[in-house]
T-cell receptor, first 113, second 117 residues
Framework: AQSVTQPDIHITVSEGASLELRCNYSYGATPYLFWYVQSPGQGLQLLLKYFSGDTLVQGIKGFEAEFKRSQSSFNLRKPSVHWSDAAEYFCAVGAYNFNKFYFGSGTKLNVKP | DSGVTQTPKHLITATGQRVTLRCSPRSGDLSVYWYQQSLDQGLQFLIQYYNGEERAKGNILERFSAQQFPDLHSELNLSSLELGDSALYFC????????????????FGPGTRLTVL
């Protein structure tokens, strides 16, 4: 069965520190992978996506993610976190010709001053 | 601002009632998607419409239905409401020319918060 796992429910980092949010997927075919961010009371905003090609993907707001097929992972990273990055982050997976789309359970990021 | 609008922002109703949520996609987008976000179920894909026709179905209950009109706006109808239907309902839209719900870049609206008392 297809699934997306975000093992960390809450993460707290200090402002200026680096960040890595984990995402693991289970899918038989080539996945299409997405990271979305949801600020409190807001809708979801796409940070980045991976369809094919270079496995290191650059997104908005200084985020990047790396697709590692051997580890079935698509972890989100940022070298230096800003207080405005405090939000909930969702990993999602789909696939071509597969009419389903799955979100992970989300990781809430707190940023300490 | 994603360009996707949803009305109303908040809705409070009673069990057994019926409500309609409305979504206007971004200009030029042909696909509309509906999602439910609740504390216990997380974010779940409900249904997708493309240019007026149903294209994909997720975990949508039989009490729920949707449609997309010729002007491409969409409505999600929720009937015989139960306490467990209380959730945030998101609409998203996409251009809709590639692989559908699984691959299109979706742009999300701000959501409608439904509270069933």
């Amino acid at each position: 069965a297809q699934s997306v796992t975000q093992p960390d429910i809450h993460i707290t980092v200090s402002e200026g520190a680096s960040l890595e949010l984990r995402c693991n997927y289970s899918y038989g075919a080539t996945p299409y992978l997405f990271w979305y961010v949801q600020s409190p009371g807001q809708g979801l905003q796409l940070l980045l996506k991976y369809f094919s090609g270079d496995t290191l993907v650059q997104g908005i707001k200084g985020f990047e993610a790396e697709f590692k097929r051997s580890q079935s992972s698509f972890n989100l990273r940022k070298p230096s976190v800003h207080w405005s990055d405090a939000a909930e982050y969702f990993c999602a997976v789909g696939a071509y010709n597969f009419n389903k789309f799955y979100f992970g359970s989300g990781t809430k990021l707190n940023v300490k001053p | 601002d994603s360009g996707v609008t949803q009305t109303p922002k908040h809705l409070i109703t009673a069990t057994g009632q019926r409500v309609t949520l409305r979504c206007s996609p971004r200009s030029g987008d042909l696909s509309v998607y509906w999602y439910q976000q609740s504390l216990d179920q997380g974010l779940q894909f409900l249904i997708q419409y493309y240019n007026g026709e149903e294209r994909a179905k997720g975990n949508i209950l039989e009490r729920f239905s949707a449609q997309q009109f010729p002007d491409l706006h969409s409505e999600l109808n929720l009937s015989s409401l139960e306490l467990g239907d209380s959730a945030l309902y998101f609409c998203a839209s996409s251009v809709g020319t590639s692989g559908g719900v699984s691959t299109d870049t979706q742009y999300f609206g701000p959501g409608t918060r439904l509270t069933v008392l």
